[in-house]
């Protein structure tokens, strides 16, 4: 008896296997070989359907995971030791705390309240551009098309390039970087700390010290709307999509919308909760970039973070190996992120490199001779190889080069990336943040004075608020 059930389940495993593998080859594409099916094996219509759309996305699904980490090697292989031509660019007096890029072209701006215009492929400085009275906090290079086209309605040429500068002074500029002229003025009220640009609106969006989003209508400098959009001050602007993405010293992450020119509250992260179920910290956000209906920020923390904001949902990644650090910029470009690191025990910046969506760390750069890392930037060169700007005390520009490659240049060195499985690890949970006193902060964030007190009358006379009142 005992037997003769042991060859029935035999029987009855072995066509089950015959079904599963038919239906796998089916869906491969293969056809089955009809001649051995038989009554008992050929399920019905209905349960030949659910089995193969069971089946299918099973195929199609390791398909896809194949030609993934394909493609996750293949990046691997590029990025370790990638060589990386680093030059300076001496032009600024202080501390940078902006850079956008295009091309070739570089603009910058920072503490010693100047605009600079750079040749990215000569390294050489194009123009300065004097008129801002406190820190420029923030800048913005216009497409070459959007140039042109805004550039009939201030009467320039074809060629001109126009970009938009924000400052401590509570004033946001449009220049002409052809000519150095500012062709639009507009006076805030309120010390900008990051700006941001919607093209197809042709809307400039500033925001400032206490928490306020406005927009400006580019052609006429006119502001078009002005809500209180934080409670501290704002410290990212993030456009996308026609969404306007910001975070805020506070912690707290917001999206808006656009409907006939009003901002409208889309999301709110007040509610999001961990992925491992442990506490979120709320942190000063310093750097925020959006992709694949994610939002990634850092923070004082070791870690970036990963808001899936349509679930509310926050994971990690690891930004820092040591118990504290801290993530001032962070970039999307062609499916890469790239993330500023600082390393507060021995003082230096670099630049983690991963993949997305999946996230994958790939390599970390570092020339082991930047400091802080304030701002970034991404773009490529006339070949095509990969070019980052970073700002700070020092303001670099890093070209990816081929294997072996030797400058002529005295002034660039060659360094090589280095892939740390550090960075590919398990973030950390600490809930610690980084050791930056509230002075340091300030020397690194001038955005942090626009909502303190200032505790010496040489801070009054030099900073944020004296300039807004005496304009």
């Not at 956008?100 to 990215?120: E, F, I, P």
Request: aromatic share 6%; hydrophobic share 30%; proline share 2%.
């Amino acid at each position: 008896m005992e037997q003769k059930r042991s060859e029935s389940n035999l029987k009855r495993r072995s066509e089950e296997t015959i079904q599963s593998v038919r239906a796998v080859d089916t869906a491969a594409g293969s056809v089955p070989d009809k001649t051995t099916c038989t009554t008992d094996s050929v399920p019905s219509k209905k349960s030949k359907t659910a089995a193969q759309s069971s089946q299918v996305p099973i195929a199609t699904g390791l398909g896809q995971n194949h030609a993934e980490e394909q493609t996750l090697h293949k990046l691997r292989k590029n990025w370790r030791r990638t060589s990386f031509a680093v030059r300076f660019l001496e032009g600024h007096n202080d501390l940078i705390y902006s850079v956008d890029a295009d091309k070739d072209l570089l603009l910058s701006g920072g503490r010693d309240t100047m605009v600079k215009l750079w040749n990215t492929e000569s390294c050489r400085e194009v123009r300065s551009y004097g008129g801002h009275t406190g820190t420029v906090t923030a800048v913005v290079l216009l497409s070459e098309e959007e140039s042109k086209k805004l550039g009939e309605t201030y009467q320039l040429s074809d060629t001109d390039r126009l970009g938009i500068s924000g400052s401590l002074d509570c004033a946001i500029r449009l220049w002409s970087l052809d000519t150095g002229v500012t062709v639009r003025s507009m006076y805030t009220y309120n010390p900008v700390t990051c700006l941001g640009y919607m093209y197809e609106s042709r809307l400039i969006v500033s925001a400032s010290g206490g928490g306020k989003l406005e927009l400006w209508n580019v052609e006429t400098g006119d502001q078009v709307q002005s809500v209180m959009a934080h409670e501290d001050a704002v410290t990212c602007i993030k456009i996308a999509n026609q969404r306007i993405y910001t975070a805020s010293a506070d912690g707290v992450v917001k999206i808006y919308g656009m409907r006939d020119t009003t901002l409208h509250l889309i999301f709110e992260s007040e509610n999001v909760r961990s992925t491992t179920g442990a506490e979120v910290t709320w942190r000063h956000i310093r750097s925020l970039a959006t992709a694949n209906q994610k939002i990634y920020y850092g923070d004082d923390g070791v870690n970036i973070k990963v808001l899936t904001w349509r679930n509310g949902m926050v994971s990690k990644l690891r930004n820092h190996t040591g118990e504290f650090g801290t993530t001032d910029a962070i970039i999307v470009s062609d499916d890469m992120l790239y993330c500023s690191g600082y390393d507060l025990d021995n003082g230096l910046g670099y630049i983690n490199v991963r993949h997305l969506p999946q996230e994958q760390y790939l390599t970390t750069i570092n020339d082991n001779d930047t400091s802080r890392i304030t701002c970034l930037a991404c773009t490529k060169t006339r070949k095509g190889a990969i070019r980052f700007i970073t700002g700070g005390m020092e303001l670099k520009v890093w070209e990816k080069v081929p294997p072996g490659y030797e400058t002529s240049s005295e002034d660039a060195e060659i360094i090589l990336s280095q892939y740390n499985p550090k960075y590919a690890g398990t973030p950390t949970n600490s809930d610690m943040d980084s050791d930056l006193s509230d002075s340091d902060s300030e020397v690194i964030d001038p955005r942090l004075r626009s909502h303190r007190r200032p505790s010496s009358d040489s801070e009054k006379a030099g900073g944020w608020l004296s300039w807004c009142s005496v304009i």
